[in-house]
């Protein structure tokens, strides 16, 4: 049974995957519009272009909004319609796809991936738990259509990193080459060899700890950085986040963790530390914190998990 027409408003990232999946974009607005849906397909040649005008669009009754792209466009997406009851639809075309893996959507597949949008459309949305984060920089695309005295802030769906991983996005943003994925490895590599343990302050629901770690993330999701999964047992509508801090290591042992965290049997190590908490403060000197590799701002962030904030189609 077809489900009924519904408004759909889809944004698309035509520079997802380095431009490799510009055609899947094309794709899902055809098989929306056969589907009978009205569909405003919406790109942009910059961040700022493309929430300006897909804010315009939402501000119409809208079934759902459709994000085309990595976890950069699920983040532009969340912080869209966390909060306000519009469906999130994801169809993964990016690099690493974690957020669509959580909600284990397909990620190798964009025909399939269409195919599930569709259906999902006849049905009932998840819903899931969103992060609201505070103490974050300005953006001025987002900050646009926040309410007079709204406390600036920022959302995420999947992780916020705060250690290892926060540092290669900053180099890999400051280098101007190479282009594409190469760029993130070599980043990877300068920060190995000048890996180092930073000292944080943490409050974990009024709890305050000192602690010493080389990576530390705040967690809804289980996975970052295309499939390493630090926080295994991380639910996206358990109501709580998951903050998952690696003890001081040497640079040799550090690397030798690596393979675990993507098979996820790096929780039993003892030089692994996981807690739980609803509102996680992070503090630390020369370290920005990113979510879902899109850039925060400089700690200390204050992170809130909001239960139900967000519907995804599923």
Do not use: C
């Not at 983040?75 to 009851?85: E, F, I, K, P």
């Amino acid at each position: 049974m077809a489900s009924p027409a519904q408004r759909v408003v889809v944004a698309i990232n035509p520079n997802a995957s380095f431009g490799g999946t510009r055609h899947v974009g094309p794709a899902v607005v055809a098989a929306l519009r056969a589907a009978g849906h009205d569909v405003v397909p919406l790109s942009a040649p910059d961040y700022a272009g493309l929430v300006r005008i897909t804010r315009r669009a939402l501000e119409e009754p809208a079934g759902a909004l459709v994000v085309v792209g990595g976890d950069g466009m699920v983040n532009l997406g969340v912080n869209l319609v966390a909060g306000t009851g519009i469906p999130l639809g994801i169809v993964p075309a990016g690099t690493g796809n974690d957020f669509a893996a959580g909600l284990r959507l397909p990620t190798g597949d964009s025909d399939e991936a269409i195919r599930v949008l569709v259906a999902a459309l006849g049905r009932a949305p998840r819903v899931i738990d969103a992060a609201r984060v505070t103490g974050v920089q300005p953006d001025p695309a987002l900050d646009a259509g926040r309410p007079e005295g709204d406390e600036p802030h920022r959302w995420f769906a999947g992780v916020l990193s705060a250690g290892f991983d926060a540092a290669v996005n900053e180099r890999a943003n400051r280098m101007r080459r190479p282009r594409g994925a190469s760029r993130y490895v070599l980043a990877l590599v300068a920060e190995l060899a000048t890996l180092r343990t930073r000292s944080y302050e943490l409050e974990l629901d009024g709890e305050v700890l000192h602690v010493d770690s080389p990576l530390l993330s705040v967690a809804n999701n289980t996975t970052i950085g295309g499939g390493m999964r630090i926080a295994p047992d991380a639910q996206l509508d358990d109501g709580l986040l998951d903050v998952f801090i690696v003890k001081p290591v040497s640079r040799i042992r550090f690397v030798r963790l690596f393979p675990k965290v993507f098979s996820g049997t790096h929780s039993s190590l003892p030089v692994v530390e996981f807690r739980r908490a609803r509102v996680v403060r992070v503090a630390a000197e020369g370290i920005a914190g990113y979510a879902d590799g899109e850039r925060f701002g400089a700690l200390p962030l204050t992170v809130e998990l909001v239960p139900g904030a967000l519907s995804v189609l599923v």
